[in-house]
């Protein structure tokens, strides 16, 4: 699968459809985050558990 492809699957199935089940297999296991100054979590590296929480407080 070519990145392309991969984000695609990603933005679809754990963004679009809230498959936050998924994340595990999009994300490695420790996620930083970048380049969103409004972001609570700027700076900060995550693991699947609190990238899960990131997403349901971004839909809520």
């Known amino acids: 699968m070519n990145n392309d492809s991969f984000l695609r699957e990603f933005m679809t199935e754990v963004w679009n459809k809230q498959g ?6 999009y994300i490695h296991n420790e996620y930083n985050i970048y380049l969103d100054t409004a972001d609570p979590w ?4 995550l693991s699947h558990l609190e990238y899960k929480k990131r997403l349901k407080y971004s839909f809520n």
Do not use: C, I
């Open 42 to 45: 700027e700076g900060k590296t």
């Open 20 to 25: 936050f089940d998924k994340v595990e297999k």
